[in-house]
């Protein structure tokens, strides 16, 4: 069964069949949410992409994906927001003087570590340093923060952005998350898979955590609502006159035809990043330097022995996978025009990001971006699906029967039940995932 | 009949083969020694007589029987004992409990097998509260075997039993495995060390290349010159 | 005099009892994992999700029993759910085991793909319990709450601070001493326990010495899927149920199973108070504590309170990445990285 599905579909009949199914979407309930769910497909896919480069080319097992994720989306926020003036005025130079004073401490920090002799004196010697410092920072950082905060908490209560166009935040966002990766890919890169995992799956709590309570930078969960568009507003085109000429010549409404010019324009810009991305991938594994990570993938040991840098080539890896998530969070939340710290939820995120590269093909590109639209379409779909299967199962039941009401407000919780039993099942009978990765061997997955 | 003939083994670990028509007889009581240089399939033609690899030709009868479709516990069950080269002893667990695993298949009071292997090793009936693994090397082995012979085999079988060992343990351990023999049990025993086991062996093998070169008592393949000249360095 | 009483029933109050349940709920999950991770050998990150799916079951029967008119007078009613629960969640987890893991297991596949196994369990434990129960927070600990409230304690010792004992803390606290003594002496002496040691130890040998793989597997599972259930209900009692909940504590389990050595129960245990006793000391106002015990009337400044409780995970993250960077086997030694 293997083989036939390997012969006879292979990558452009499945892409086919995943517009098949967005034209579906778009006959049978709305061509506006066919577009908005390919563009977030779309996204999905980038992030797939972004994680099948540290998996596919290094075999990193990185579950902190949502943490880079919001640092590309706090970068929306912080390249696009206005500056808040009062609040700069306010705690302003607190702020930059914890900022001074924390490197500071690091630095004499290293200075100590590298200096001294290792053993008890240095240990305590960097801990009494690092914990001075932080206390002497919190001086200043918190009566800084509470004035921040005191500034007008209904709508700004934080520092603003930089006010730059939003786009250049899918840059920043990059690198942001870039810089974090290397961060923290230089403290925990030496570690096996699964402890890695566990690792990467703190560090996103913990800048998830950041992001939320943080408000003086990022408002936490009061949210960062109105970002500015980098495209006009459907309310704007609704009022121009080629929009209101080709809807009358289309038949459809003014509105409907605002809604979908606007998404077809964020589809293309998405699909044009997509596309650069994957590109850009493809090229990086054909390229020499591809060669070498896939060499020392395929037999790490090896490769050290021969003298490569192992560590410093995952961490490049670590360090590119994450900047191109984090532009695609930088991407979502200019899409979404907010910056929502609770909707980064691991389950949504993270993980499900990993089923898409598993379904889609591990360690192959093309894989992931297919597994990308694959498993967010299903993702997004199931929930009305599920909620028209409940209605038929449950229509036999009195209307107003508690366990029809419970299955139908449980629809929602089935697509996560699914979700399990499609990597499960992919795992047991196709590890490969549905595009399996020429020539070489899979990565890993099989022995 | 012997107690244990393995004839004309050939096979290796999948791809290429590692014995050809090697044969290994043992007798009940007797010391059976395998030497050979290094690559000789000394420790393969063990493995495959305790059945942790497949033959593609060959027979192996122990008792009588034809065990070559039994797993490796089953011929424990059988009355075979099996000591690995390393890893042969739970490092966390103590000398005790260590030994008790060793008995894991049998189902009645080992108390009186305890004691003969205290007998035998006392030193282990001094540490027998310790962990394995802070044992010296050679209290290490004495633990191997001893866990071994908490199954009363009939037949002992250890790979290399003195590697990475100091001499003078070396001759202790020789001392209790001819003691061992003593009582009766069947030895066959892989060994680097060739001059020293051929020293306390009944029969022995050389092996070069996956098959039997010379076989003959210990003393008479230590007197032999090409066997002196080519393994034993003169 | 009367003013260091008050510093220490403050302590007692606020950072001892507190913590040392916590402690002891995350030594339980502590326990789980260490014990799948030493026998089957891979991080099952499926483990908050199982304690939330037997805490689930127990729900379901309290309520039902609670609806028949049965209780436990001033214990929790749950307690009569658990044996319940542990059988469902044990069942639940053994059919995982047949059929997810076992095929993985035959085909000797590297661990990572165990713990992705492990993640798709995880999403299908979360889509059954929010279906069943839903995603909100549920309540179902009955009883009496306190032992011995703070007024209480006030009356009795006169002191200004007060110090609470509730039934959940002190369940909790016995629960976890029984089970863990009961589990030592399992593993330390019963044949069948000193087999799981064994063949956590050297899985060759164990296998050489005739235990039986699949009885040491059976047995590992059933074991998980009881202390998961366990500390799941005490958690639940404790601090209330949200199915959310459970897939965080999964960071401090691990954290905890970490320090105390993969692989190693007695690890997971003290790795459980270390991490529980890290989270509330350092998230602590430690701003009352100082007024006592300083010189009259003075009084410092702020909360003194290192690190804002928001970041109670990130105590048990960095405890476990410095762990790991100093010394990745653990305190008392367990599997190595």
Request: glycine share 10%; charged share 15%; hydrophobic share 50%.
């Amino acid at each position: 069964m293997n083989a036939w599905l390997n012969r006879y579909i292979g990558a452009p009949t499945l892409f086919g069949l995943m517009g098949l199914a967005l034209v579906l979407v778009g006959v049978l309930q709305s061509w506006s949410l066919a577009l908005t769910i390919a563009i977030y497909c779309v996204i999905g896919a980038i992030m797939a992409l972004g994680l099948n480069v540290q998996w596919g080319y290094a075999g990193l097992f990185n579950v902190g994906l949502m943490g880079f994720a919001a640092l590309g989306g706090i970068a929306a926020v912080l390249v696009s927001m206005p500056p808040t003036p009062e609040a700069w005025q306010a705690g302003g130079s607190g702020i930059i003087a914890s900022v001074l004073l924390s490197l500071a401490t690091l630095a004499v920090a290293l200075l100590v570590y590298k200096r001294m002799r290792r053993g008890r004196a240095r240990m305590w010697a960097m801990v009494l340093i690092l914990l001075g410092g932080y206390l002497i920072t919190r001086q200043f950082f918190d009566p800084a923060v509470e004035l921040i905060e005191a500034v007008n908490p209904a709508a700004t209560g934080y520092l603003g952005g930089a006010g730059l166009p939003i786009m250049l935040s899918w840059v920043v966002g990059g690198f942001f998350a870039a810089g974090a990766a290397w961060l923290i890919g230089k403290i925990t890169l030496g570690l096996r898979s699964d402890y890695l995992a566990i690792a990467t799956l703190g560090i996103a709590e913990i800048i998830l955590s950041v992001l939320r309570f943080e408000e003086w930078l990022t408002r936490g969960v009061n949210n960062v609502n109105g970002l500015p568009r980098p495209l006009p507003q459907e309310i704007d085109l609704q009022q121009t006159a080629w929009v209101q000429e080709w809807a009358l010549r289309l038949g459809t409404t003014v509105p409907d035809l605002a809604s979908i010019t606007v998404k077809l324009g964020y589809l293309g810009l998405a699909l044009g990043v997509l596309l650069l991305l994957f590109w850009l991938a493809q090229s990086a594994i054909h390229s020499p330097w591809g060669r070498m990570m896939r060499a020392i993938r395929d037999n790490e040991t090896a490769a050290e022995a021969m003298g490569k840098d192992v560590t410093g080539r995952h961490l490049q890896v670590f360090v590119l996978g994450s900047a191109i998530i984090g532009v695609a969070g930088a991407m979502l939340v200019t899409i979404d025009g907010q910056f929502t710290p609770n909707a980064y939820n691991p389950l949504r995120f993270t993980f499900l990001i990993w089923v898409m590269v598993i379904v889609g093909g591990s360690g192959n590109n093309l894989g992931a971006i297919l597994g990308g639209f694959l498993i967010w379409f299903f993702w997004v779909q199931a929930e009305p699906i599920g909620l028209w299967f409940m209605d038929v199962v449950t229509g036999t039941l009195p209307a107003e029967s508690w366990l029809r009401a419970h299955l139908l407000e449980g629809a929602a919780h089935i697509r996560l039940m699914v979700m399990g039993m499609i990597l499960l099942l992919v795992l047991r009978f196709r590890p490969h995932g549905l595009i399996p990765e020429r020539s070489e061997r899979p990565h890993s997955l099989r022995r | 009949m012997s107690f244990l003939i393995a004839a004309h083994m050939t096979g290796g670990y999948g791809g290429s083969d590692i014995l050809h028509d090697c044969t290994i007889a043992v007798e009940q009581g007797q010391i059976a020694v395998i030497v050979g240089p290094n690559g000789a399939g000394k420790s393969t033609a063990m493995k495959a007589i305790f059945g942790l690899l497949n033959l593609r030709h060959g027979q192996v009868r122990f008792n009588g029987e034809d065990i070559g479709a039994l797993s490796p516990q089953q011929r424990v069950l059988k009355g075979m004992g099996f000591v690995p080269q390393t890893h042969n002893v739970f490092t966390s667990m103590s000398v005790e409990e260590n030994l008790e695993m060793g008995a894991f298949i049998r189902r009645d009071d080992i108390r009186h097998s305890l004691e003969q292997v205290y007998a035998l090793f006392p030193v282990l009936k001094e540490k027998r509260r310790q962990p394995a693994g802070q044992l010296s090397g050679g209290q290490r082995q004495q633990v191997a075997v001893g866990r071994a012979l908490m199954t009363q085999p009939k037949l002992l079988m250890l790979d290399e039993p003195t590697a990475g060992v100091s001499p003078i343990v070396m001759d202790e351990l020789f001392d209790r495995i001819i003691e061992v023999a003593r009582s009766g049990i069947a030895i066959l025993m892989v060994e680097q060390n060739a001059r020293q086991a051929l020293h306390i062996a009944d029969k022995g093998y050389v092996l070069v290349q996956g098959s039997n070169r010379y076989t003959d008592s210990g003393a008479a393949l230590l007197a032999n010159p090409e066997v002196r000249r080519t393994f034993l360095g003169g | 005099m009367e003013d260091i009483l008050n510093a220490l029933a403050l302590l007692t109050n606020f950072v001892l009892l507190p913590a040392a349940a916590y402690g002891s709920q995350l030594a339980l999950g502590a326990l789980g994992v260490t014990l799948v991770y030493g026998i089957l050998r891979f991080s099952n990150f499926a483990h908050g999700d199982t304690m939330a799916f037997g805490t689930m079951i127990a729900i379901l029967f309290t309520w039902w029993l609670q609806a028949q008119g049965v209780n436990l007078g001033f214990l929790p009613t749950a307690l009569l759910a658990i044996p319940f629960a542990v059988l469902a969640t044990v069942a639940f987890v053994l059919l995982c085991d047949r059929w997810v893991y076992r095929y993985h297991r035959v085909k000797k596949a590297p661990a990572v793909v165990f713990l992705i196994c492990s993640v798709g369990v995880m999403f299908l434990l979360n889509g059954i319990v929010r279906f069943v129960i839903g995603p909100g927070e549920q309540h179902f600990a009955d009883g009496e709450r306190f032992i011995f409230t703070v007024v209480q304690f006030r009356e009795f010792t006169g002191l200004e601070q007060g110090v609470s004992f509730r039934t959940s803390q002190a369940l909790t606290l016995v629960s976890a001493l029984l089970i863990v003594v009961a589990l030592f002496w399992f593993l330390e002496r019963t044949r069948t326990g000193k087999s799981m040691r064994a063949y956590s130890d050297n899985e060759n040998l164990a296998l050489l010495s005739g235990i039986n793989p699949d009885r040491v597997v059976l047995i590992t599972w059933v074991l998980a899927a009881a202390l998961a259930t366990v500390a799941g209900v005490l958690y639940g009692l404790d601090k209330g149920f949200r199915p959310f909940t459970y897939f965080q504590l999964l960071l401090p389990i691990f954290a905890a199973a970490i320090v105390g050595g993969l692989g190693s129960p007695l690890g997971a245990i003290a790795g459980g108070f270390i991490v529980a006793f890290s989270e509330v000391l350092l998230t602590y106002a430690w701003r009352r504590v100082f007024e006592y015990l300083g010189p009259e009337g003075w009084a410092p400044e702020g909360l003194m309170q290192l690190l804002s409780t928001d970041y109670k995970f990130a105590v048990s993250f960095v405890i476990l990445v410095l762990v790991l960077l100093i010394r990745p086997t653990g305190l008392f030694g367990g599997k190595s990285v």
